[in-house]
């Protein structure tokens, strides 16, 4: 009788631990919301989103805005953002260790900044998309809190408008850096996100 209940209660929390090792729980996770810190060195804030669609693979929402207010009329500014869309896959069947992520990416911004090299002005408005691909890994640091590090590139495409023909000429003599809103190519990406599993 005493075996019958307790196989019972067991089976009765499926979603709560795992049958093969009932002395350990495993949280049925469904969601995660994570900050991103690094974008804000660059005037950014990113909060992402982890849904579960089903045992190891999750679709990861990433929405980004971008903002930098100008000092005076010839400094650097930028309004904007963007969203990024994966298909995350994770070797366990739980959001830790291992796992593979691909996606698309878009973005919108206006900008204004100084190049490096000459020093002129320029303004310009970017309207960027493409994709990107990371392998990362996931540690759980407490019961519901996730340390997740990962590493990948990212392609994107950008078609630039200009206010004047003069910041058009400015941009087209100076190639853009990676870290430019309004840079075209292939990229090295990483990060460190911290999240919270619901």
Not at 77 to 105: E, M, Q
Not at 151 to 180: H, I, L, W
Request: hydrophobic share 40%; glycine share 8%.
């Amino acid at each position: 009788m005493l075996l019958t209940v307790s196989v019972f209660s067991i089976n009765a929390q499926g979603t709560k631990y795992n049958g093969s090792d009932v002395l350990h729980p495993v949280f049925a996770e469904r969601a995660i919301v994570s900050l991103v810190p690094l974008p804000i060195i660059f005037n950014s804030f990113r909060v992402d989103v982890d849904v579960r669609i089903s045992d190891n693979i999750w679709l990861h929402i990433a929405p980004r805005v971008n903002l930098k207010a100008a000092a005076d009329d010839l400094s650097k500014f930028v309004k904007g953002g963007g969203v990024d869309i994966n298909a995350r896959y994770y070797i366990k069947n739980k959001p830790t260790g291992l796992y593979f992520s691909t996606g698309l990416g878009a973005e919108y911004n206006q900008l204004g900044d100084i190049t490096k090299k000459t020093k002129l002005y320029y303004e310009v408005t970017a309207i960027r998309f493409g994709g990107q691909t990371y392998l990362g890994y996931s540690l759980q640091l407490w019961p519901r809190c996730v340390l997740d590090i990962y590493a990948g590139a990212t392609f994107r495409y950008s078609q630039n408008s200009f206010p004047t023909d003069e910041y058009k000429s400015v941009v087209e003599n100076v190639r853009a850096n990676p870290f430019s809103y309004h840079f075209s190519g292939v990229c090295f990406d990483g990060g460190v996100r911290i999240g919270i599993t619901l």
